[in-house]
């Protein structure tokens, strides 16, 4: 069963000859423990088609399955689709968006306190994946203390907070360094093979492309299915 799947997905801006048709019949899925890589020019409809698999917009018409459970048929089917996002689907961008009043630890917890976790178990997995990522040296500092690179796995463990079935990642290595660009997509790798998540990753990163083993190109709204090169990362 894959854990995304979109089948003839569309959405439209407006209506009448004023109409923009961001997504034109997208179908496309993403197995558990595999990260796609999810590419296309500008206004190809690539940040579009991740706000509607992460029911933050409405998509017009289509169907959109999370483990074989239909989230949206022509209407979403899920009543607390803040809850959908919540609990089920995390969140990766180009930016950190930490905040920056609180530790490195408290925002990773934050996420999991929201959702009704005690404090205690939401510390607790904060510190096994700031452990995974190799950031709980960095536990107490506040995010201006980080680097770059420090900033972006930090944001990857909130993400991963809930332990989210999915994650949807926006160019998450937009401002990073070639090198630091090759450690997090293999961070995201090896967090999908490890927690059997389901992620897609929106790029243009020439660095990180070749690292996909299937990829969906987006033109004018159309998406079309490709094989990577599935190059190995660097030790």
């Known amino acids: 069963m894959e854990a995304i799947r979109m089948e003839n997905l569309v959405k439209t801006y407006g209506s009448g000859s004023t109409a923009v048709h961001a997504l034109k019949n997208v179908s496309l899925y993403v197995n558990p423990g ?7 020019p500008s206004g190809s409809g690539k940040t579009t088609l991740l706000q509607c698999l992460g029911a933050v917009i409405d998509p017009t018409s289509g169907r959109i399955a999370l ?5 949206f048929d022509n209407g979403w089917k899920i009543n607390d689709l803040r809850a959908l996002r919540r609990d089920k689907i995390g969140f990766v961008f180009q930016a950190a968006y930490l905040i920056p009043f609180l530790s490195v630890l408290d925002n990773v917890a934050l996420l ?27 536990s107490h500092a506040k995010p201006a203390e980080l ?3 420090e900033q972006q796995r930090v944001a990857i463990a909130r993400a991963m907070a809930n332990q989210p079935p ?7 290595t937009a401002p990073l360094d070639s090198e630091r660009s090759l450690i997090v997509i293999k961070l995201l790798t090896r967090l999908a ?6 992620i897609m990753v929106v790029t243009h990163d020439d660095i990180i492309i070749p690292r996909f083993k299937r990829l969906y190109r987006l033109r004018d709204g159309v998406a079309h299915e490709e094989q990577g090169q599935n190059l190995p990362f660097p030790d």
């Not at 595999?34 to 296309?40: I, R, S, T």
């Not at 483990?67 to 989230?71: A, D, F, H, L």
């Open 166 to 172: 999915f994650i949807l990642a926006d160019e998450p």
């Open 34 to 40: 595999e990260v796609v890589g999810l590419l296309g």
């Open 193 to 198: 093979q490890e927690f059997k998540t389901a």
């Open 67 to 71: 483990n074989g459970e239909t989230v």
């Open 112 to 138: 999991p306190m929201l959702a009704g976790k005690p404090n205690e178990e939401a510390r607790k997995r904060a510190k096994e994946l700031l452990s995974v990522l190799e950031v709980d040296h960095r």
């Open 147 to 149: 680097s770059g690179g």
